[in-house]
């Protein structure tokens, strides 16, 4: 199983070390492609690649992968980018939205939500493995 997670980068690293635990979570599942994602210094590494490589290098692991994850709370064009490219490859998606009474989720995230290939789940950290569960079985 190989595991594409989707995570704010350029948008904010507020949430960086969350990410960094979900991953080590889906690591239960398959492999993860877009490890770094949950790194904490992920903005030194990818400082050294050409904007080009980064996108290239993504959307071949995005057709590469079985499923997409997606940590949503904090808006990110980039995630927004993968999850729509993602849906035109057919891929199944899971994203993860941790409600506030400062954050409204995109109609075009929750919108999408089908039940079963795009699923989109309201959560808070502590459910995070559960979710996972019933998603991979
Ligand atoms: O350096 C990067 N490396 C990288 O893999 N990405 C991808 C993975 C993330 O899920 C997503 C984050 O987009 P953004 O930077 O617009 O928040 O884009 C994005 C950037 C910077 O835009």
């Keep these: 199983m190989k595991i594409y997670?989707?995570?704010s980068i350029r948008a904010g690293r507020q949430d960086a070390e969350l990410y960094g635990r979900l991953?080590?979570?889906l690591k239960q599942y398959g492999s993860v492609l877009t490890e770094h994602v949950g790194f904490k210094e992920l903005e030194k590494s990818?400082?050294?690649?050409?904007?080009k490589f980064i996108h290239d290098r993504d959307i071949d692991w995005l057709k590469e992968c079985n499923v997409v994850v997606a940590e949503v709370t904090q808006p990110s064009l980039g995630v927004g980018y993968e999850i729509g490219?993602?849906?035109a490859m057919d891929k199944?998606?899971?994203c993860l939205f941790r409600p506030s009474p400062d954050k409204r989720l995109s109609a075009m995230i929750s919108g999408a939500d089908d039940g079963s290939n795009f699923v989109v789940k309201n959560y808070q950290e502590e459910e995070a493995q559960q979710i996972f569960k019933d998603f991979f079985s």
């Excluded at 990818?46 to 904007?51: R, V």
Aim: aromatic share 6%.
């Design 5 to 7: 997670f989707c995570g």
């Design 23 to 25: 991953i080590d979570l």
């Design 92 to 94: 199944k998606i899971l």
């Design 46 to 51: 990818e400082k050294t690649l050409t904007d």
């Design 85 to 87: 490219r993602a849906v």
